[in-house]
């Protein structure tokens, strides 16, 4: 009897263990996954600043609420600071990634109303009646600036919530620690 009970209890640590393997990794190669399922986004990646591409994560496809049919990038290297700009598409519902370099850029956000995992703050707005959300933060080290904007055309239900930017947004933080 001792030995069954012993058996299963160690049967479901190790089914637990697996589990939260899976977790921690669900989130540790999203620019991997989105460069194998979108080479364009490589190519446009590859037009930054190494330097700056150290700083360039994006959401766990999971966290998005879209069933996503296109995935589009555009680096922005014409002009300092630099930029990408990545947009993840389910016909005309659209969520727009956006990071910017701020290196050596004082430009810290002045107002901030949204906690976020591991103790960052954010900006959350919403225009449109709903149907732009917006939540914009700095990087712990402020070299760089992460907007993550939600669009959904008007006449159609909103795609997203408040707690899906947030999820969003605390996804790409939890990739950087």
């Not at 490589?42 to 766990?60: G, Q």
């Not at 996503?68 to 990545?86: C, L, M, Q, R």
């Amino acid at each position: 009897m001792k030995l069954t009970f012993t058996s299963v209890l160690f049967g479901l640590i190790l089914i637990l263990a697996g589990c939260s393997g899976q977790a921690e990794t669900s989130t540790e190669n999203q620019l991997d996954a989105l460069i194998e399922n979108y080479p364009e986004v490589k190519t446009e990646l590859e037009k930054l600043p190494e330097e700056f591409r150290s700083e360039v994560t994006f959401p766990d496809m999971e966290t998005i609420p879209l069933d996503v049919s296109d995935v589009e990038a555009v680096a922005e290297t014409k002009f300092e600071p630099y930029g990408i700009d990545v947009y993840y598409a389910e016909d005309e519902k659209r969520l727009n990634v956006m990071i910017k370099d701020q290196k050596g850029i004082d430009s810290s956000i002045e107002e901030t109303n949204q906690e976020l995992d591991h103790e960052m703050k954010g900006f959350y707005s919403e225009a449109e009646d709903g149907h732009l959300l917006t939540m914009t933060w700095e990087s712990k080290n402020e070299n760089a600036r992460y907007k993550v904007v939600g669009f959904t055309p008007s006449g159609e239900a909103s795609a997203f919530t408040k707690e899906d930017m947030v999820e969003i947004s605390n996804s790409i933080i939890q990739q950087r620690e």
